[in-house]
């Protein structure tokens, strides 16, 4: 459920017409919905709650950095799982407190947890064994011991794409499980390091329940062994990973997701933390783009718009796929092509879509790629010179430029030429 729908013919964000933002903020941009976000967060937050669980929401912010996106979901009372120093300033900056931040990440820099030390964030998520030695050094100096979890990986395969799934052996992430024991008694003996939980998190876009069951059993047979070592396990913290429909596919429901963690986990008295990304933002994003031409090909009909792989790569990375819709409604029964949906970037990867099914369009029509929310704007860059796309936030009837189009100028700010070439 999202609030992009066709309100007499025309494309809305809710009360806002999309082509009255493409007229006033020029395309491509992307667009977010509040009310969108709001609504998953709840449906979310309130099936956890309706398990039982004492659980707290921590938003992916690499889904969806924007500060607006994280304001959003820190006003309904969402923590943010941060992955790097820019994250966390991030989180920091839309309000979220200390206290509801978590540290992700396999290649944390002695600064980065320095950081992390210093503004007393909620947990550090350690992922090996060097980490654990830092961190241990650096708050020590401190004087104080960092809560953290050791983010075992399970070695279940969580059947997603192969670029994303990382709850695998051989994936670079975690502390391999048959490791997870000896790790543990180590960091409980570390003068820095108080051990406050376990983390696991074992891919993205999972459409199936039997992954997480699989991992959140590993996860329940972990605490027990540890418990039974003396360590205090207080907190779990499950990752993100839960799908959301680009296509055909039917994600199971939170409600569903929230029974397997009760069913597993929930009789171990732990604070539960979850980490979900796209669930919360991919369908309430959605990309605009302007076509430039239609261009016939002897075999193919070429449908050249004015967005790029720089602007939404997931189709160009993944071969993933994103739902493309007119933004004026088509007639009822209207006749519909194939055509190939591209960029103009100088690469033939640069495909959004091969032979889709559209209504015949013509050149200065305005398209909508779907569930961009979520590693959308996030993932994007500046490649051919193009400069990062707006983003444009709607609640209601109003809406807000909430990042802009740089200037060229802006683009070359941080550019110089070397004294050698003479002006
Ligand atoms: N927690 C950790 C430790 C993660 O590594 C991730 C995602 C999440 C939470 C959030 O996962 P989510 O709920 O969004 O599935 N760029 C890819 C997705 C990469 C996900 C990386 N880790 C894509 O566009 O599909």
């Not at 407190?97 to 998520?125: C, D, W, Y």
């Not at 399970?154 to 997603?160: K, R, S």
């Not at 590993?218 to 990973?241: E, Q």
Request: hydrophobic share 45%.
């Amino acid at each position: 459920m999202n609030h992009f729908q066709y309100v007499n013919g025309a494309l809305f964000a809710e009360d806002v017409a999309i082509a009255a933002i493409a007229e006033r903020v020029g395309t491509p941009f992307y667009c977010y919905s509040t009310a969108t976000l709001t609504r998953h967060y709840t449906v979310f937050r309130d099936a956890l709650a309706a398990a039982g669980l004492d659980a707290t929401v921590c938003f992916a912010c690499k889904a969806n950095p924007n500060m607006a996106v994280i304001r959003t979901l820190a006003e309904l009372g969402a923590g943010a799982d941060v992955v790097s120093e820019g994250e966390m300033r991030q989180a920091l900056a839309a309000g979220v407190p200390p206290g509801r931040i978590v540290f992700s990440g396999v290649g944390k820099t002695r600064h980065e947890l320095e950081l992390a030390v210093a503004k007393g964030i909620l947990q550090i998520n350690v992922e090996s064994e060097p980490e654990l030695e830092l961190l241990s050094e650096i708050a020590a100096a401190r004087g104080i011991r960092m809560p953290i979890s050791l983010r075992v990986n399970p070695d279940v395969d969580a059947g997603t794409h192969a670029k994303i799934t990382t709850g695998k052996k051989e994936n670079k992430f975690g502390i391999e499980w048959t490791r997870a024991r000896e790790v543990y008694a180590r960091a409980n003996a570390l003068p820095g390091i108080d051990v406050v939980g376990v983390a696991c998190h074992i891919g993205s876009q999972l459409t199936e329940l039997e992954p997480f069951r699989d991992a959140f059993i590993r996860v329940r047979d972990l605490v027990a062994m540890l418990r039974a070592d003396g360590v205090n396990i207080r907190r779990l913290d499950l990752g993100g990973g839960l799908g959301v429909p680009y296509d055909q596919e039917i994600p199971p429901e939170p409600k569903a997701y929230a029974e397997v963690i009760r069913a597993t986990l929930g009789d171990l008295g732990c604070r539960i933390i979850v980490e979900p990304g796209r669930l919360l933002v991919g369908n309430a994003g959605i990309l605009v783009s302007r076509i430039i031409y239609v261009k016939e090909g002897s075999t193919r009909t070429f449908v050249i718009v004015d967005a790029a792989m720089n602007d939404l790569m997931r189709p160009a990375l993944y071969e993933a796929h994103h739902a493309i819709f007119p933004v004026t409604e088509p007639a009822a029964g209207a006749a519909r092509i194939e055509v190939d949906v591209v960029g103009p970037v100088c690469e033939t990867g640069d495909t959004f879509a091969k032979q889709r099914s559209l209504p015949p369009m013509r050149a200065g029509e305005l398209l909508a790629f779907g569930t961009a929310g979520a590693y959308g704007a996030a993932m994007s860059s500046t490649y051919n010179t193009r400069p990062l796309v707006p983003e444009v936030m709607v609640k209601g009837a109003e809406f807000a430029v909430v990042r802009d189009r740089p200037s060229y100028e802006e683009m070359r700010a941080l550019e110089s030429l070397p004294a050698w070439f003479k002006s």
